[in-house]
Nanobody, 117 residues
Framework: QVQLVESGGGLVQAGGSLRLSCAASTSIFSFSVMGWYRQAPGKQRELVATIMSGGRTNYEDSVKGRFTISRDNAKRTVYLQMNSLKPEDTAVYHC???????????WGQGTQVTVSS
């Protein structure tokens, strides 16, 4: 069973930066597609960024050029560096792991990011 624990959220002013971390409990992390999703109050959860096991990345249009997803397989951790934050980035950010060989997903409980104007 894979457990994901997010950290790094907080309150920041517009234009500021935060770095989110997501630590996985087992080595299955190395074979997983990792992603960050976010959900704002009253809105559906949306994909923010994904990173393949080999390092290929994908970003939602609104965060391109501002956010960077990365992973460290040895540390079983995926990161989301968020720069130039905007109030519309305010949401609970959830870590996601997709085990490619099995087609199953795991979710973290989320970390709150609040950007003030």
């Amino acid at each position: 069973q894979v457990q994901l624990v997010e950290s790094g959220g907080g309150l920041v002013q517009a234009g500021g930066s935060l770095r989110l971390s997501c630590a996985a409990s087992t080595s299955i992390f190395s074979f997983s597609v990792m992603g960050w999703y976010r959900q704002a109050p009253g809105k559906q959860r949306e994909l923010v960024a994904t990173i393949m096991s080999g390092g290929r990345t994908n970003y939602e249009d609104s965060v391109k050029g501002r956010f960077t997803i990365s992973r460290d397989n040895a540390k079983r951790t995926v990161y989301l560096q968020m720069n130039s934050l905007k109030p519309e980035d305010t949401a609970v950010y959830h870590c996601n792991a997709q085990v490619v060989a099995m087609g199953i997903e795991y979710w973290g409980q989320g970390t709150q990011v609040t950007v003030s104007s």
